[in-house]
């Protein structure tokens, strides 16, 4: 994401030191590095755990950090789909909610699923490296969730 863009984003949030930020589509970060250089604690998630682990121990969210000297962010793999299932607290558990959603067809969303429609349980011995399927995730639909 434009860095300019990006700081224009966390300033309409109103972001500020002791902020809780969250990202729901983090990417490579751009976004959560932005408000934690504003002082804020961040949280960000994506589908594809791929994208969380990044290309390597220099080239992933958390070095970006490193670079910069802030405190290494917390990274979860979840489902925005099912988000009121991985997150039941009725507060509100962010001071902003700050992203940049996928949309249009290169970048088109995705959530858990399979396109089959017997799909087979993952084995036990093979969930730690397990990279779950997905299926597309319209527009209105990440919107809403």
């Known amino acids: 994401m434009d860095a300019e863009l990006s700081l224009v984003m966390t300033n ?3 972001v ?3 902020s809780y930020c969250y990202d729901p589509f983090v990417g490579t970060g751009s976004i959560l590095l932005t408000c934690a250089l504003r ?3 961040v949280l960000g998630s994506d589908i594809d755990v791929r994208v969380l682990r990044g290309r390597g121990p220099d080239e992933n969210v958390s070095s970006n950090f490193r670079h910069y000297g802030l405190p290494r962010p917390e990274l979860v ?3 925005n789909a099912l988000y009121a299932r991985h997150y039941r607290d009725s507060d509100p558990l962010y001071d902003a909610i700050v992203t940049d959603p996928p ?3 290169r970048a088109g969303a995705r ?3 399979s396109r089959s429609d017997n799909p087979r349980p ?3 011995e093979h969930r730690h490296d397990h990279i779950a399927q997905t299926r597309p995730y319209a527009v209105s639909d990440v919107m809403a969730d």
């Open 12 to 14: 309409l949030a109103k």
């Open 122 to 124: 993952v084995l036990e």
């Open 16 to 18: 500020r030191r002791g």
């Open 39 to 41: 002082g804020a604690r």
């Open 111 to 113: 959530k858990s699923g």
């Open 77 to 79: 793999r979840t489902d």
């Open 103 to 105: 949309y249009g067809i």
